[in-house]
């Protein structure tokens, strides 16, 4: 397998993100500029200017014709995803940590980071189909009591809202009135990431305390543990096979201090089911930050702290071979 | 505006339902006391014990009590004071305002006592054995004075005046001991700390995997040891340590040592040596060791040894800065723990047992001694004393208790001297590093006493290039070979050598040399044989398995960041750990001996890994000649046993695997309804825009006029 390397960003990967299709690739880095590459060939199609600040998050629309970024800028953007043209901004007094928007994409919840007095937070908004009607007022926001909101998600046919935190805990809410519903200590450390699975009744979450774990998400409770002895950064599950694939890699403040090797700077295939390691892509030089499946399982992105993409297609054995 | 902001009000506002004080600072951990009834979980060992059963210090340890002194009056108060402040005196450090001698306010007489606080414990105890004090001092000829601990008072008030027979414990059916060596599938335990979790493990090789066999949290709070046979593990704590065993690990013994550092049981697991050393008062003085010797089985303190640091810092004993190195007290081989043996200045002190007093009384004197090493088979001794003046180095072999010299050598020019026994005492190698004639380099030469042999012959080799250095030396554990790590760069040489031939006629032969190998630990087999030779630290782990008998490489491996090498005591498995002085990786692989990877675990804060060791074989060496003989006959019953497992293990996984995927269907078939839910939601919202999943890539040409402009066109 020979990945393609996308030097687009020099400075940490935050987030990739393949569209609905899968042809469009979205990457978020702490640079200025998320690109838009074509997934096929690592081709890269624009990018998008205008934040002032890291940009944490991204999502895209289900036509792909809008992405909406979330950055350390105090603002979510909306942009026109083919183009590149800034449709609308959102300002807040708070970095925006993570969006996402309701299935049918008439409301857009986003989660802000403790800043200087403002508690976290996560906001709901209404997103407009036509961009004029836009506002910036939100429907709904509520704070949340200590860390970061690292990932949000719509569940219950945009009834309720799935958060991870930054120690450990998933927490459910009600949309409409902002009350907690539920919450679970599920890891020892902070979760990194969350992604949902393509049938949405678990997701995967990444922690620090170097486990990736697997958690229903009615009852919240952890279905697998994918121990990998390193810090997980993201994790996601193959929408193909009874896969998961793991990313991450010792602190990004200690690579230096250690050989090349012990970084542990692979991605980790492991059998969603049976919990086994069967696989490793190496590549990066520092930990990966994200990482995400093609929607049809057939490739992969990964994209690390030492600023590269770098998207894999997967060979022909790794959909003949019966690993277990 | 950026408001000043306290901390530590935003962190109580956070953790409401912390205790008040929150977040702590500047407090004593001391003085943090749990609530009744909690105990965070961590169960103790004493809870079954009675409360009002457990003997308590008073605090009041300094402090003795000075009796039958004379009753003055009033007046005469002060000078009595000083007469008992002089005696005082004698009895060691009193602390300010430390003496109260109380009046009695109806006669205005001193009640004839006086309280006298010492500055150390220590002190008072070492007042109460004082020879002027202990048969009563006599202050004039009416009053003669005696001593006593304050403590004492209570402790004798509280002695009922009836005597009432104790009531004998009922008889405990112990648990065996051994029940580990009868393991049906003949596996090998070990000992292993990470975290607070302490567990000991079935290491089955065969499976490739590791059965727990117990574990506990917070089971020690230092480290655990095996005892040399491996019938028990001590741990450590605070108020001692505790040896325990059996299959459900129950506890055999405490030893009261508070803050006991380190620990060292005899060889047939008799004795246990325990130590600590205590701070100096005043900068002047130096360390205060103290080192007691228990007898394993009846819990009982067999003899106390004390002293200032430097007296048991003598020659090997001591480590670059001074310190102790342990152990201090070494034991001889042999089937009994008939003796052990410290170094003093210019002397062997050697300790017998069961008495635990001086050997003859007197110490073995030699003078300028710096290091010595028991046989491991039986009471033999060799002693290294350096070059003093005109008196050449010395290396002595002595036979105890008669204390015979069976051979001895001399030596000039010495720098250094190194003292390696063969694990069965059958040869003495001496590593002498020798200062060339400029004085600016040294040779290496070894001495080997063949000890079994009939009048000690000594057998002397160097290696080829004698200037080398010797990195390490290693003999073959069962056997007439070691191996020698040399070299000046940075990747050594391996030699094997043989002391005998095969006619088995004496004489150091050289076998083979290995250039060139990244290598710095050798670990030869328990069984000999086969050696592990492991470069670790800076070569980051490079393992090779080389078998001596064939001289050739088995295999090569690496385990990065290694940090330990360790053999099973049977010689099938090898472990290399990577500990917590490495931040990643912390785990174990175990590998067959001939390097194959059998199975790896990984482990955060992996402190400790131990091998239990096994206690020697009982069979005579007959018979395990013969065993080794007609190994084909023996092994075939085995071999079928394996065979049957490895299919059953197959099986388990199989099963193990089939019940995981059950589950899983069970998952996903509980949460159809739920997934139908969500994807009909959505094709509800996004109606026709739901099925387009196809996409195409099309190429579209574009053109866009930027610019229109027009320049003449200018033709020179």
């Not at chain 1, 958060?163 to 519903?181: A, C, F, K, N, P």
Request: hydrophobic share 35%.
């Amino acid at each position: 397998m020979r990945p393609y390397l996308l030097k687009g960003h020099e400075r940490p990967l935050t987030q990739v993100k393949y569209n609905r299709e899968g042809d469009l690739l979205v990457s978020c880095a702490k640079n200025l500029q998320p690109c838009l590459w074509s997934s096929e060939d690592g081709r890269r199609i624009g990018t998008y200017e205008g934040h002032n600040g890291a940009i944490w998050t991204c999502d895209i629309t289900w036509d792909s014709d809008r992405l909406i970024t979330g950055s350390a800028d105090q603002t979510i953007r909306i942009w026109d995803l083919p183009t590149g043209k800034e449709l609308f901004q959102f300002r807040h007094r708070e970095p925006c940590r993570a969006v996402k928007l309701s299935a049918g994409e008439r409301f857009l919840a986003a989660t802000t980071d403790a800043f200087i007095e403002s508690p976290p937070a996560i906001h709901v908004y209404k997103f407009a189909e036509n961009v004029e009607d836009q506002t910036s007022t939100p429907l709904n926001t509520w704070t949340v009591p200590k860390g970061r909101v690292t990932r949000v998600f719509w569940t219950d046919c945009n009834r309720k809202l799935i958060t991870s935190h930054d120690y450990g805990m998933i927490r459910r809410w009600d949309v409409e009135t902002g009350q907690l519903i539920e919450e679970k200590q599920i890891h020892e450390d902070a979760i990194q990431d969350m992604q949902m699975s393509p049938d949405e009744t678990h997701v995967i979450t990444a922690s620090l305390d170097k486990t990736a774990r697997l958690v229903d998400i009615e009852s919240f409770e952890v279905l697998k543990t994918y121990k990998t002895g390193r810090f997980v950064q993201s994790a996601a599950v193959s929408p193909l096979f009874d896969h998961v694939v793991c990313g991450g890699g010792q602190d990004a403040s200690q690579v230096t201090t250690t050989a090349a090797q012990a970084g542990g700077f692979e991605a980790r295939f492991f059998h969603k089911i049976f919990q086994e390691e069967f696989g490793r892509v190496r590549g990066h030089f520092g930990p990966i930050n994200t990482i995400a499946f093609h929607p049809s399982g057939r490739s992969f992105t990964t994209g690390g702290e030492d600023g590269y993409v770098r998207l894999h297609h997967l060979d022909l054995d790794y959909f003949t071979t019966k690993f277990f | 505006m950026v408001q000043d902001i306290d901390p530590f009000s935003v962190a109580r506002d956070l953790f409401p339902d912390m205790p008040p004080g929150f977040p702590f600072e500047n407090f004593e951990l001391e003085e943090l006391i749990l609530p009744d009834g909690d105990d965070l979980g961590i169960k103790s060992d004493d809870d079954d014990i009675k409360e009002e059963d457990v003997q308590t210090q008073s605090g009041f340890g300094s402090c003795i009590v000075i009796q039958n002194l004379p009753k003055a009056p009033e007046e005469k108060y002060e000078k009595l004071m000083n007469v008992v402040r002089t005696i005082a005196s004698k009895l060691g450090d009193v602390r300010d305002n430390g003496i109260f001698m109380p009046l009695d306010e109806a006669t205005k007489l001193t009640k004839g006592f006086a309280f006298v606080e010492l500055a150390r414990k220590e002190d008072a105890d070492a007042a109460l054995l004082d020879e002027r004090f202990i048969n009563g001092y006599q202050l004039d000829k009416n009053h003669k004075l005696t001593l006593c601990r304050f403590d004492d008072f209570d402790k004798y008030a509280k002695v009922p005046d009836e005597y009432s027979p104790l009531e004998p414990a009922p008889y405990k059916q112990p648990e065996n001991l051994h029940s580990w060596l009868a393991d049906k599938l003949g596996r090998d335990q070990y000992a292993m700390r990470h975290g607070d979790n302490t567990m000991v493990c079935f290491n089955d090789g065969k499976r490739g995997r590791a059965d727990v066999a117990f574990q506990r949290e917070y089971w020690t709070e230092s480290f655990v040891q095996w005892s040399p046979q491996g019938t028990m593990l001590a741990t450590m704590h605070r108020q001692g340590m505790a040896v325990w065993g059996g299959p459900s690990f129950t506890r055999l013994n405490r030893f009261a040592h508070p803050n006991v550092r380190l620990i060292d049981f005899s060889p047939n697991e008799k004795y246990i040596l325990s130590y600590t050393s205590h701070e100096p008062v005043s900068a002047r003085d130096s360390f205060h060791v103290l080192i007691n010797i228990w007898d394993v089985r009846a819990g009982k303190l067999l003899r106390k040894f004390e002293g200032p640091a430097d007296e048991y810092a003598v020659g090997s004993s001591a480590g670059p800065n001074g310190a102790l190195k342990w152990p201090v007290f070494k034991w001889a081989g042999g089937r009994d723990d008939l003796y052990f043996a410290r170094l003093g200045r210019g002397k062997i002190s050697i300790f017998e047992c069961p008495h635990m007093g001086l050997l003859g009384k007197e110490s073995l004197k030699l003078d300028g001694v710096q290091d010595f090493e028991w046989s491991p088979s039986e009471p033999l001794l060799a002693a290294y004393s350096a070059e003093q003046g005109n008196q050449p180095a010395r290396i002595v072999v002595y036979k105890i208790p008669e204390r015979i010299e069976l051979r001895q050598k001399n030596m000039l020019n010495v720098s250094d001297v190194k003292l390696y026994w063969h694990p069965q005492g059958t040869y003495l190698a001496v590593k002498v590093e020798a200062w060339t004639k400029t004085k600016k380099s040294t040779t290496t030469s070894f001495q080997i006493f063949c000890v079994k042999d009939k009048d000690v012959p000594l057998e002397v080799f160097e290696l080829k290039n004698n200037k080398e250095r010797v990195i390490n030396f290693a003999w073959e554990p069962k056997g007439h070979r070691f191996a020698v790590v040399h070299g000046d760069g940075p990747r050594p040489s391996i030699s094997f050598f043989t002391m005998r031939d095969d006619k088995n006629r004496l004489g150091v032969r050289e076998l083979k040399v290995l250039d060139n190998r990244a290598c710095n630990v050798i670990s030869w087999s328990p069984q000999g044989r086969n050696i592990v030779l492991a470069g670790l630290k800076n070569f980051n782990g490079q393992l090779e398995f080389f078998s001596v008998d064939e001289m050739e490489t088995m295999a090569t491996a690496e385990h990065f960041m290694a940090t330990d090498v360790e053999w099973d005591p049977t010689g099938r498995y090898v472990a290399t750990v990577v500990s917590h002085v490495q931040q990643m990786e912390n785990g174990v692989n175990m590998w067959s001996f001939g390097g194959r990877l059998l199975y790896s675990t990984q482990r955060d804060k992996l402190y400790q890994f131990s091998w239990r060791p096994r206690m020697p074989s009982l069979l005579p060496p007959e018979k395990e000649a013969e065993i080794a003989k007609n190994l084909k006959q023996y092994t075939k019953r085995y071999d079928e046993e394996d065979e049957q497992l490895l299919m059953q293990a197959d099986a388990d996984v199989l099963q193990e695997r089939q019940r995981a995927l059950d589950e899983w269907k069970a998952f996903v078939e509980s949460r159809r309804n739920y997934a139908a839910l969500q994807l009909d939601f959505k094709r509800e919202l996004y109606g026709a825009r739901f099925a387009e999943k196809e996409f195409s890539i099309q190429k579209v040409m574009v053109e866009q006029v930027v610019d229109v402009k027009e320049e003449p066109y200018n033709n020179k």
